[in-house]
């Protein structure tokens, strides 16, 4: 063999060994039968968790209408509504909203017919609009596309209406129509990772996947709205994120993360007292352990994790780094003129039809640029309200009043807040032929705050307001002092110097003897 064969076959042989570590490091781990639930643990579970959500299930609005409401249309649409505004809102928030809306607008046809800003103006105040955008785009197109029918299954569902995911589309086709599958949503995941000790990173897809696994392993399949409903329930109520109430919970038999925390605490009693009694020992045997070598199982803790102590079940799930906010900063002005019978008016904007707060009004407003310092903001106002109007609008006309910081999912905003007042209500000037301007319009309060304007808008219509206020008081206080200055006597006004104020002798002193 020649020096070039041999010198290929070594050549050869090192990439099939670089190939072999490759593969070895990217094999996919594996998952313990530890993180898993048997026929018989699966069994007991629902019974359990079901007599305990009888007995202690809160009474929602959109529970009683899933048991009482026998057109499946309906039922569905009321729950199709509720679990999108339950979306990253707590309950005890979306109630007042869902009844409200539930009035306005009982059926999907009545939705479908109302408009975008009646929509908006609903919503206003709850978060997240784009939810409630997509609700109604949802409704329009069940009543054009589908003959006023809401699909019947969980992936037509996810499949055909906007905004609506995995677990929306569980959510309403196993409570409203029976289909027997699993839901996974954050108080889910938090009953199913301590059920079987899971701390691996809850939001990666690979892990997330096996949840759903899990989840569509153990639903009942005579309740299994019922039982999706009781999931979230002890999440909600009982396995909360901090200080949960294990004594309470109907599934404390059958949690390997309780198990584990007694497992803990005995290990340490042993070690504090330097001696492990028989019964101590055979408890330990008892509690189970994943049995695949450290590091190796995708579901454990990973290795790197510590243990603490002080948390508990609380270990569990495991808490993803939070990606930090966008931090940005926008100059926003409240230009207010005198209304009808002098009633304070405000101008407001239309936001574009796309993006963040889509479609809702608020007060003139523009985002600064990285490059543009805070100083530069009173300018970034005069310009912005004369493209909007088309009047010039000079420096000096505004008032700084103060920052106002609003945080979004995934944007902390600091509005720089100008206020702007003139005696007269000038007209705006009509746009030019082929500009193009946002939307505006000029309202009392009452209408600013019923029509459909973000959080941060009434934040900062509220701080404006207080500084008004407070400038009153100021001039008030300034009058009484002055008033105060000046005393009456029985037979005329006396008036004392400026700034001072007259002692009682010097007043009796003052009125002449007849």
């Not at 990217?26 to 069994?43: G, L, R, V």
């Not at 504090?272 to 579901?299: F, N, P, W, Y």
């Not at 910081?405 to 807040?417: D, E």
């Amino acid at each position: 063999m020649g020096r070039a064969a041999v010198a290929s076959g070594k050549i050869q042989k090192q990439e099939d060994q670089s190939l072999s570590r490759k593969g070895a490091a990217n094999a996919p781990q594996q998952i313990s039968q530890y993180h898993c639930f048997i026929t018989e643990e699966t069994k007991i579970l629902r019974e359990n968790l079901l007599v305990w959500y009888d007995q202690n299930k809160r009474e929602l609005p959109w529970r009683t209408l899933a048991c009482s409401e026998s057109d499946l249309d309906r039922r569905a649409y009321g729950v199709w509504v509720s679990e999108i505004m339950l979306q990253q809102t707590q309950v005890a928030t979306v109630i007042d909203y869902y009844n409200s809306w539930m009035k306005t607008w009982p059926t999907l046809q009545d939705l479908a017919r109302a408009s975008l800003e009646e929509v908006n103006e609903k919503w206003s105040g709850l978060g997240y609009y784009s939810r409630g955008r997509r609700l109604y785009e949802g409704a329009q197109k069940v009543i054009s596309e589908l003959k006023g029918q809401m699909p019947r299954s969980a992936e037509l569902l996810q499949k055909l209406l906007p905004g609506v995911g995995k677990y929306t589309a569980g959510a309403v086709a196993s409570i409203c129509f029976g289909q027997v599958t699993g839901v996974v949503d954050g108080n889910v995941i938090r009953v199913l990772c301590r059920l079987r000790c899971i701390g691996a990173d809850s939001s990666t897809p690979a892990v997330m996947d096996r949840l759903w696994d899990l989840a569509n392993t153990i639903v009942d399949p005579d309740r299994p709205g019922d039982f999706n409903q009781a999931m979230m329930e002890l999440g909600a109520t009982v396995c909360t994120p901090k200080k949960p109430l294990c004594t309470k919970c109907p599934l404390q038999s059958q949690c390997w993360a309780f198990k584990k925390v007694a497992k803990e605490l005995t290990s340490a009693t042993d070690k504090l007292v330097q001696r492990r009694s028989k019964h101590k020992a055979e408890t330990i045997r008892d509690i189970e352990e994943c049995d695949l070598v450290s590091g190796s199982c995708a579901l454990c803790l990973p290795t790197s994790e510590t243990w603490d102590s002080t948390l508990g079940v609380a270990n569990f799930p495991r808490k993803s780094a939070k990606k930090p906010s966008r931090v940005e900063q926008t100059v926003t002005c409240v230009w207010e003129r005198p209304g009808e019978q002098e009633e304070a008016q405000y101008m407001i904007v239309r936001r574009p039809s796309t993006g963040l707060l889509a479609g809702m009004w608020e007060f003139p407003s523009m985002l600064l640029e990285k490059e543009l310092a805070a100083k530069d903001g009173a300018s970034t106002v005069c310009q912005r309200l004369q493209d909007l109007t088309g009047q010039t609008v000079q420096l000096k006309e505004l008032q700084y009043t103060g920052e106002v910081v609003h945080v979004f999912s995934h944007i902390h905003q600091t509005y720089l807040v100008y206020f702007l007042s003139r005696s007269q209500a000038e007209s705006i000037c009509v746009k030019e032929e082929g500009a193009e301007r946002p939307e505006i319009r000029w309202v009392t309060k009452k209408q600013f705050l019923d029509s459909a304007v973000p959080t941060a808008m009434k934040k900062i219509l509220k701080l404006c307001e207080s500084k008004t206020f407070r400038k009153s008081d100021i001039k008030m206080s300034r009058k009484r002092k002055s008033d105060s200055a000046a005393v009456q006597s029985p037979v005329g006004k006396l008036k004392a110097e400026p700034g001072k104020q007259r002692t009682i002798q010097s007043f009796f002193k003052s009125v002449p003897s007849k």
